[in-house]
């Protein structure tokens, strides 16, 4: 079965502090995709990034860092200096082979000033 | 990657009535257009896929004649809501899949809040 898995529901911390928001997936295709969006109050889904099954190396893209462990199913997204502005909810998704994404439950990040 | 728009992003209207959502892909072509659900505080649900001349794919527990999709064009699918009732209040968002460089990533829209009274 495909399953996404965010174990964190809800995660507080303090300006400038960094956090690790946890995705654990389960597949039985070789070959997948993994994404992870923000959805800030405002609704709307923003595509932060996106990994295929076949590339492990670890992307940085400014704050934003992301850990691909498949020896443990593992897609970690981390906010280094976190922001007000980084408070959202934040999804990890895995796209199946029939081109569906399956989203985890979401973690909602608060970040206090 | 895509830029979507979907309208209205808001609508309120009386129990009973019919409700159209526009979702467009504004800068791409899109192959296949989604439909999801999403109830406060949970995660998105599929409910449709939609393919650009053909009839949308249902998932399994969503009402077909409820939820009429039609992708009449590349860049244009609706969802119509019929005889709405106050359970069909929700947050409806739509994604676009494009053919371009990275056509398995899906780019969403800024989604539709519909509240039935």
């Known amino acids: 079965a495909q399953k996404v898995t965010q174990a964190q529901t809800e995660i507080s911390v303090v300006e400038k502090e960094d956090v690790t928001l946890d995705c654990v997936y389960e597949?039985?295709?070789?070959?997948?995709?993994l994404f992870w969006y923000k959805q800030p109050p405002s609704g709307e889904l923003v595509f932060l990034i996106r990994r295929n099954s076949f590339d492990e190396q670890n992307e940085i893209s400014g704050r934003y860092s992301w850990n691909f462990q498949k020896s443990t199913s593992s897609f970690n997204f981390t906010i280094t200096a976190s922001q007000v502005v980084d408070s959202a909810v934040y999804f990890c998704?895995?796209?199946?082979?029939?081109?569906?994404?399956?989203f985890g439950q979401g973690t909602e990040l608060s970040v206090k000033p | 990657g895509a830029v979507v728009s979907q309208h209205p992003s808001r609508v309120i209207c009386k129990s009973g009535t019919s409700v159209k959502i526009e979702c467009r892909s504004l800068?791409?072509?899109?192959?296949?257009m989604f439909w999801y659900r999403q109830f406060p505080k949970k995660s998105l649900m599929l409910m449709a896929t939609?393919?650009?001349?053909?009839?949308?794919?249902?998932e399994q527990g969503v009402e077909k004649d409820k939820f009429l999709i039609n992708h009449a064009s590349l860049t244009l699918s609706t969802l119509t809501v019929t005889s709405a009732h106050p359970e069909d209040s929700s947050f409806y968002i739509c994604s676009v899949q494009t053919a371009g460089q990275h056509p398995e990533t899906q780019y969403f829209g800024p989604g539709t809040r519909l509240l039935v009274l």
């Open positions: 939609s393919n650009e001349g053909s009839k949308a794919t249902y």
């Open positions: 998704a895995l796209r199946d082979q029939g081109g569906k994404l399956i």
């Open positions: 800068d791409f072509q899109a192959t296949t």
């Open positions: 597949t039985r295709d070789t070959t997948y995709y």
